[in-house]
């Protein structure tokens, strides 16, 4: 009989928490839908902020399709809705995960969501300022007397937005790193032994996200995710000296209270 209470209790209490997570998506969907409305509805301002990186280059965006401008628009306002409902992303998970912590995992957990909201944004800004405009300008110098660039709206949206997405996801490598060492799933050994493997993993994937099928563009986030892993290994490192004095304080306090 209480085998039985045992696993109806279980079975409860994973139904409330899928229940849970099931409202929780539905915030964050909510969320990413009314951001996209607002931002669809300032498109053009947006758009203004867009086409910034390739002005120097081409003097207009032409569309060729009857459905292309739309089209482009309407994921240019994704892009913006996804982009601004991130930290309402954070937030609901930080919620969700939060109870299952103890009181110092708790501290943890918010430096850990701040820390991924901040790197994710300095990651839109390292493609907005950095890689987007040194793509541009490797790729667009290929031209010649011959050839004139013309490039249309939905091109480049899609090459945009990809160098957008790219770079804030990158940039969440030392977050990754950081829980997965707070969590004692890796540590800096392991990831200072698993150095080469991560670097080869590093180039498939930059080769693999990258829109176009160049070198430059490739090595234009290759170099910065070998960077952010080895400052990942450094804060692994550093997350590891902090348990070990703790548990040390710990060790000792019990000591002298034993004595």
């Known amino acids: 009989m209480r085998l039985f209470c045992t696993e ?140 004139t660039a013309r490039i249309t709206l939905g091109k480049y949206v899609s090459f945009f937005g990809t160098l957008i997405f790219v770079g804030g996801v990158i940039f969440e490598i030392p977050v990754i790193a950081a829980v997965l060492t707070d969590a004692g799933i890796v540590n800096a050994c392991m990831l200072r032994a698993q150095r080469k493997y991560a670097v080869l993993l590093i180039a498939i994937f930059s080769a693999v996200i990258t829109p176009t099928q160049d070198v430059f563009n490739m090595l234009l986030f290759a170099v910065p995710m070998v960077v952010l892993y080895e400052i990942s290994i450094f804060i692994a490192k550093a997350i590891e000296k902090s348990k070990f004095s703790k548990n040390v304080f710990i060790s000792s306090s019990s000591d002298e209270n034993l004595d």
């Open 8 to 147: 109806e209790t279980k079975r409860l209490e994973f139904i409330v928490h899928l229940e849970e997570i099931r409202r929780r998506i539905l915030f964050v969907i909510c969320a990413l839908i009314c951001f996209t409305v607002v931002s669809f509805w300032q498109v053009d301002h947006i758009m203004m902020f867009v086409k910034e990186p390739i002005r120097n280059y081409v003097t207009e965006l032409i569309f060729i399709g009857p459905t292309e401008s739309f089209s482009s628009y309407i994921k240019l306002a994704l892009l913006c809705g996804a982009i601004f409902t991130f930290p309402f992303l954070l937030h609901q998970l930080g919620a969700f995960v939060l109870p299952a912590f103890k009181r110092d995992a708790r501290r943890r957990l918010f430096l850990w969501l701040f820390l991924s909201a901040v790197l994710f944004y300095a990651g839109l800004m390292f493609s907005y300022f950095v890689a987007i405009p040194a793509a541009l300008d490797f790729l667009l110098n290929f031209k010649s007397e011959f050839v």
